[in-house]
Each structure stands twice: as C-alpha cells, then as structure tokens.
C-alpha cells in the first residue's frame, strides 16, 4: 500500500482539472483493502474509488478524503475449454489489455469494448458497454471488500442491479460500500450477431470485411476508436462525455416527431444516441468555457484551455440547454464528480 498527500487530482485524471487530494492511497495487494479503509477510519476521511481517471472530474477545491486507487494486477485462466472461458482479472489490470487476453484466444463477449479507457474494477462500477456489449452480458461475479462491515466477500452478477450505466456500485444505498478487487467473466467460442451499429458497419463495409471473428471486431472497434478518440496522453477529455437517452414508448413516440432516431433495445426501451443530438443541434466543433465538442465524435468534450470546474460546469449547462431547446430532451454527463457521499 502506497499513501501520497496533497496529489492534485488535475495530474490523476484525464479531464485535467481539480485541486489537490488530501490523500491517494493505491492498493497493490488484496490485504492491502483492509489497512487502506483501516487508515481511513482511524482519521474519519470521506474516500472516493478511482481507476485511471477517465470517468472522474476534479472539482475547484480538491476533496478532503482519500482517493483509493485498485493497482492490483493479473489474470487467471480458471477453466478453458473449445467453446468456453472462465477467467478472473484483478482490478489493476488495465481494461483493454484484458479485452485483448480474451479475444487473443477467440473468445466473444467483450470485443466491442475494444479501447474503452479505464480498468477492470470500473467495469462493473459503470456497466461499460460498447456497440451492443455490455460487462453485465459476461460478468459471473465480483470480489470485493465491504467497508461496512469490514469483511471480503464475492457478490453474483444477478445481484449487481446492472442496467444502462448503472449497478449497486455507483447508485443506491450501497454506493461507495464495495471495492472491487477482481471481476470473473464467462466467454463463449463465438461471434457479434449482426445488425450492428451504424458506424462498426459503415467501417466492416468500407474495409471490405465479412470476418466477424473477435478479434477481427476488436481491430475494427480499435480502429474506428483510434479516428475519433482524443488520446489522453496528449489531449484532456473525459472520454464519452454524455450518456446515451433511454425513452419509454411514450417519450420514444414524442422525440420521433422531432425527427431523433432512435434504436429499440431487448428490453423493450428506445436508446437515441446523444452524438446525434449533439451534432444534428449544430454544436460540433465549438467551443464552450474553454472545452470543445469533439468534430470528430460529438460525444466527446475535449478541455483545451480550460483550469476550472466552474467552467465545465457553464460549458455542460449551455451545451444541455441547446440540446433541450431542439430535441425536449434531456442529456446527463457520464464522468462522475469526485466528492464525499
């Protein structure tokens, strides 16, 4: 266990922005999570779970707590077969190296989630998911520390909550209770089923690709990434800023009058993609308090200029407003500000 003080959050997350952390305490080990929340405790510290920063926001005035960060690292195989895999990923482990273990073997399930930004321990947290795959699709269970009662212990994936963006892990009456230490996902010896989303097809299409392999998929979704993402090492962002729109039958009914496409999910909701809402609404490339819509994928807001969370939060309330003005619909960040519960 490594404990720092006084870490400017600007310097451990993407976006680039926050004062500084009383504490970050970086976990190397599973016996580590009980001293970590021991040392916690013992100085009444508010905490806060952070991967590698590409879903969190800094605020002005930094967090008087401690920041955990998972750095336990590793993969175990725990059963493999022709047409299955078993594997437990600790939650160090950076996600896309575990989304390139997993199809190196031919395995399906989290090809689609090629290049997502983060680690295995947020996977969970958010219900990451990418053009129709989502964690909670493979995910078999969780280990996780409880800091309530001071105990590990392993939770089933049937009991996460999962839906779009959303588990016990970051809503409810248990948010901010576990930290996750590892996550067992099951794969099967298979392929992405078509359709598949407009961009991933527009890409199979123009490269001439019928192999739907995933690792085929994995180098499709990499590339399509590689086009439209900001690297985070050279440039500030929080990745895919804004959720996507979930709309019942009724709300689906309404937005279709105003022309919003609109994708119908197996659980009977309509998913409309905000990178449409973003774009058809004219704010593609312009710049707001220093942050910049993405002209390449209109989800992602880029912090060119920008040193405070005061003006996020002006450039995030001007860009929903020109979205509620067009479509009546309303739009929420993804990144989760770091701050006490």
């Not at 989304?99 to 219900?127: C, D, H, L, R």
């Not at 588990?167 to 089923?193: H, M, P, Q």
């Not at 959720?243 to 709300?251: A, F, G, M, T, Y």
């Not at 309509?270 to 774009?279: H, P, Q, R």
Request: contains cysteine; proline residues 4%; negative net charge.
């Amino acid at each position: 266990m490594i404990i720092r003080e006084n870490i400017p959050i600007s310097e451990i997350t993407t976006m680039r922005l926050g004062g500084p952390a009383e504490f970050v305490i970086d976990i190397e080990s599973i016996d580590d999570a009980r001293d970590a929340f021991g040392f916690v405790k013992e100085k009444g510290l508010p905490f806060y779970y952070l991967g590698l920063g590409a879903n969190s926001l800094g605020k002005d005035n930094g967090f008087n707590g401690a920041i955990i960060r998972n750095h336990i690292k590793g993969i175990e195989v725990l059963e493999e077969s022709k047409n299955e895999l078993l594997v437990k990923a600790y939650g160090g482990e950076v996600w896309d190296d575990f989304v390139e273990f997993v199809t190196n073997k031919g395995f399906s399930g989290i090809e689609a989630m090629s290049k997502i930004p983060g680690t295995v321990s947020a996977a969970p947290v958010q219900n990451i998911g990418a053009y129709g795959q989502e964690a909670k699709d493979t995910l078999v269970s969780v280990e996780v520390y409880d800091s309530l009662i001071d105990e590990y212990k392993e939770i089933d994936a049937k009991d996460c909550d999962f839906s779009y963006r959303h588990s016990i892990f970051n809503s409810g009456k248990d948010r901010g209770r576990y930290f996750i230490l590892s996550a067992t996902f099951r794969f099967a010896e298979r392929e992405l089923k078509q359709p598949f989303y407009n961009s991933l097809q527009s890409y199979l299409d123009a490269h001439n690709i019928k192999d739907y392999s995933p690792m085929s998929i994995r180098k499709a979704v990499s590339a399509i990434r590689a086009d439209k993402l900001p690297d985070p090492e050279t440039t500030a962002s929080a990745g895919s800023f804004f959720k996507n729109i979930l709309l019942d039958e009724p709300e689906a009914k309404k937005a279709e009058k105003k022309g919003v496409p609109m994708r119908k999910t197996p659980d009977g909701k309509y998913k409309v993609n905000t990178g449409w809402l973003l774009e058809d609404a004219g704010l593609k490339g312009k710049n707001f308090h220093g942050f910049t819509v993405s002209d390449k994928a209109a989800l992602i807001l880029i912090n060119d200029s920008a040193k405070s969370y005061a003006d996020l939060e002006k450039a995030v309330a001007e860009i929903k407003k020109a979205v509620k003005d067009k479509f009546d619909l309303d739009i929420e960040p993804e990144p989760v500000k770091i701050e006490a519960d």
